[in-house]
């Protein structure tokens, strides 16, 4: 069997639950981060469920996705506004090193044209991106920022790196180094609800 079918539907079953598990906490605690982790999971699901859909029916990888692509932009806008309503009441100034960083994940995912061909796309990307990258950068540098900021770095940093390992791979229907990337960024994205869990508790 085509392991993408296997790694999407993992994936697909795995963010699900973490976006039933996020509305239950929504509920529980009154808290829209709570919320807003919900659609973020729901997003990339059916971003994905739509690439699995279409290669269970069609039996190939579609070339132009933008389904998929909108689904997983509009799934990191989300991630954006979670880091947004973390940093309500704070307002971020410029420093050097959280722009660093940013310019630099802008700068790659230019460079390999995430989420497809079209420059709009890839520019939409790369400004989400770099914004939650900055967040998070400027959040752990003035020492307000926690587990939750360097996890959500860790996220983006996966979800580059996933990108990157596929402009050199060609077989995708046995087990290789793309696979164990995604999986590792399934996990990143479910771990974001126990976190942010930790982090309400902690307050």
């Not at 164990?180 to 976190?195: E, H, Q, R, Y």
Request: net charge neutral.
């Amino acid at each position: 069997m085509n392991f993408e079918l296997i790694d999407n539907c993992f994936q697909v079953a795995v963010l699900m639950c973490a976006g039933l598990a996020a509305i239950a906490a929504a509920i529980r605690h009154k808290d829209r981060r709570f919320l807003i982790l919900a659609l973020f999971f729901v997003c990339v699901s059916m971003g994905t469920l739509y690439w699995v859909l279409h290669i269970f029916i069609f039996g190939d990888v579609p070339q132009v996705f933008y389904v998929s692509e909108f689904s997983w932009l509009a799934a990191y806008l989300f991630l954006l506004s979670f880091q947004m309503v973390r940093t309500d009441g704070v307002r971020p100034l410029l420093s050097l090193l959280p722009l660093a960083c940013a310019l630099f994940t802008a700068a790659v995912v230019l460079a390999v044209r995430m989420f497809g061909p079209s420059w709009f796309v890839s520019g939409a990307f790369a400004v989400v991106f770099s914004a939650i990258v900055y967040l998070a950068a400027w959040r752990l540098r003035r020492n307000g920022g926690g587990l939750v900021d360097g996890w959500m770095l860790l996220c983006v940093g996966l979800q580059m790196l996933l990108y990157v390992v596929s402009c050199f791979m060609a077989d995708y229907t046995r087990f290789n180094l793309y696979f164990a990337v995604d999986i590792t960024l399934t996990f990143s994205f479910a771990a974001l609800l126990p976190l942010a869990l930790r982090e309400v508790a902690e307050k």
